[in-house]
């Protein structure tokens, strides 16, 4: 069956490093992955697409790779702030156009 | 420049009940989204209104059904609720349906306690 896996456990990190976050997925080939987002009790916030023919994708202090045969995607935040806090999802479009998501890695950089 | 806006914001009912949820999509965005997040968990697909119909509908019952209105925008209808319909319900707008490459707007969400 197709699955999306999300290191279910808490990543901590300290203020200032980077922070690595997985999502691994079975069983698809998706022209497209994003990454959200989101804060307790409030809906998802679109960060990052990243294409299939694009391995790597920038903005600001954010970074997206995207693996088609290792059929992962990497999420960076360099220079982690305390306010980077939240739970981060990786979503991506199965062949009925329908946004399939992973169950999300909460991310807490400490000061 | 109105986001996506979502009411009620909390709401309780009863085992049984209906419910309806309201979604008012971000401006100029004409494809509407509905998802389901239990706690802990991912958001899960419900269905996508473009120009007033469903398009695409994921693997929910017939209890949960939907309407787009001309004006973009929508509700979800739940009928018969069970407990396990308690959760956050998302809506979600876009430009378009199909592979939006700007990514999805989100509302707060409602979320749905059935007692």
Redesign the interface.
């Given at each position: 069956s197709q699955k999306?896996e999300q290191n279910s456990e808490a990543l901590n990190i300290q203020e200032g490093k980077t922070a690595t976050l997985t999502c691994n997925y079975t069983n698809y080939s998706p022209?497209?992955l994003?990454w959200?987002r989101q804060d307790p009790?409030?809906?998802?916030?679109?960060?990052l697409?990243i294409r299939e023919n694009e391995k790597e994708k920038r903005k600001e202090r954010l970074k997206v790779t995207f693996d088609t045969t290792l059929k992962q995607s990497l999420f960076h935040i360099t220079a982690s702030q305390p306010a980077d806090s939240a739970t981060y999802?990786c979503?991506l479009?199965n062949s009925?156009?329908?946004?399939?998501?992973?169950?999300?890695t909460k991310l807490i950089i400490k000061p | 420049d109105a986001g996506?806006t979502q009411s009620p914001t909390h709401l309780i009912k009863t085992r049984g009940q209906q419910v309806t949820l309201r979604c008012s999509p971000k401006s100029g965005h004409d494809t509407v989204?509905w998802y389901q997040q239990a706690l802990?968990?991912?958001?899960?697909?419900i269905f996508?209104y473009y120009e007033e119909e469903e398009r695409?509908r994921?693997n929910f019952p017939d209890r949960f059904s939907g309407h787009q209105f001309p004006n973009y925008s929508s509700e979800l209808n739940v009928n018969a609720l069970l407990l396990g319909d308690s959760a956050?319900y998302?809506c979600?707008s876009s430009l378009a349906?199909?592979?939006g490459?700007?990514?999805?707007?989100?509302?707060?969400?409602t979320?749905l306690t059935v007692v």
């Open positions: 999306i022209a497209y994003q959200y009790g409030r809906g998802p916030v679109f960060l697409l999802l979503a479009y009925n156009y329908q946004l399939i998501w992973g169950a999300g | 996506v989204s802990g968990q991912g958001p899960q697909f996508q695409q994921g956050l998302l979600a349906p199909g592979w490459s700007d990514g999805y707007t989100f509302g707060s969400g979320r």
